[in-house]
């Protein structure tokens, strides 16, 4: 009895010590660990793993500085008149803190009518929801809550630049001074394509006054260049000593448009400025949102194109590459950037901006509406909240991203056709 007694308890020790021992092993050659390895394994991996260790800051997403959700909040301090399409509020500008405050440039609408298309457009009515704007700011103490300052680049006289509707600003802080780039339009936009080169006014204090330049100051490619027709997003920072200047442009014509950015650069925020010869630098995105991280520049990656809900970077400002995949990305955001105009040789990230809402109230009443985003794209931060990858909606969510009325038709056919077979 005594020796069945230690037999069994041999055994049961020898068990629960063995399944231990088969966790804590060292895996054998080549087969890839349990324990997730933070540094690359030197072993034989898949292009996907290949990819995981060496395309991004850090094979987890919690780890990696460039990955974060976004959160949004509606703001106060506007109003929207009911939302009757009347009043618009789009495209802001990065924010910037002067005066003991925050500052926010936009794009602002105020027309008796909402757009009706560039057909239907007059001297007062607007064609599309950017047509007819001058750009307004705003500022706060908190974030938050918002109020509105009035205009800051009203349309200047017809025939300068920017005649029809000035919009789109972004702010650049050079040498003291204050500068505005906006998109300047001298016909409606729609009459032919959303055509506009880029225009600028410079004030000493954020508060104005801002006296025009009246010159083109980013012009369109030459003919038959992917950027001919339209330098959209004007986006300033300051990086190696220099103003870069990233844009977009609509390429390829409708209905097919390609959106793509590039690069302009100055040592004088009124030009000129050279187009990087690289241009496109980026092949995906919409409007520019771009901050200086590390030693390069980071991007924010949004709606269109191949490489569309991804934030890329390029350690040069020039070659960028997908650092993080996200979704529900800020529209137009304009983050505040600490670091942006400081020529900052490792730039540490952002938090939060402003960016927008369009069609806020469907097409009828077709208007924008600023919101709040925050992030974490921060070295000084970690906010493990905003680094989740599972993100959970209700049915609801998912069912008003229905089936159009085309599509029901093709599938019933589709049936049927199956039927008649
Ligand atoms: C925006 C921007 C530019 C375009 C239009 C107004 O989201 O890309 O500004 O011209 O749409």
Known sequence: MKYLLIIVSLLIVSCSTGQNKEVKEEPKEGIFPY????????????????????????PRPQDNELYTQFKYTELKGFDYNNHDGTISRRDPSKVIFANGKYYVWYTHRETPTPPKGAKNSTDVIPSSDWDLCDIFYATSEDGFTWEEQGVAIPRPEKPNVGWRSVSTTDILEWKGKYYLYYQGFMEASGKRGDDCPVAVSYADSPDGP?????????????????????????????????????????????PNLIRMQGLATADNPLGPFTKHPLNPVMNSGHETTMFPFKEGIAALVIRDGNEHFTVQYAEDGVNFDIASITEYMPSAGGPFIPDAFTDTKYGKGITWGISHFTAVNGWSTNHAVLTRFDCDLSLDVDDQDMKRTN???????????????????????????????
């Open 35 to 58: 324990e997730f390895p933070n540094e690359k394994p030197n072993i034989k991996l898949s292009n996907a793993m290949e990819r995981n260790y060496n395309d991004y800051m850090a």
């Open 391 to 421: 993100v959970h909606h209700q049915p609801e969510f998912y069912y008003k991203l229905g089936l159009n009325g085309k599509q029901k038709k093709r599938i019933a056919q589709e049936n049927e056709d199956l039927k008649n077979k």
């Open 210 to 254: 801002w006296t025009p330049y009246n010159k083109v100051v980013i012009p369109n490619g030459p003919e038959g260049a992917w950027d001919q027709f339209s330098i959209h997003d004007p986006y300033p920072l300051v990086y190696k000593g220099k103003i870069y200047l990233y844009y977009k442009s609509d390429s390829n014509g409708q």
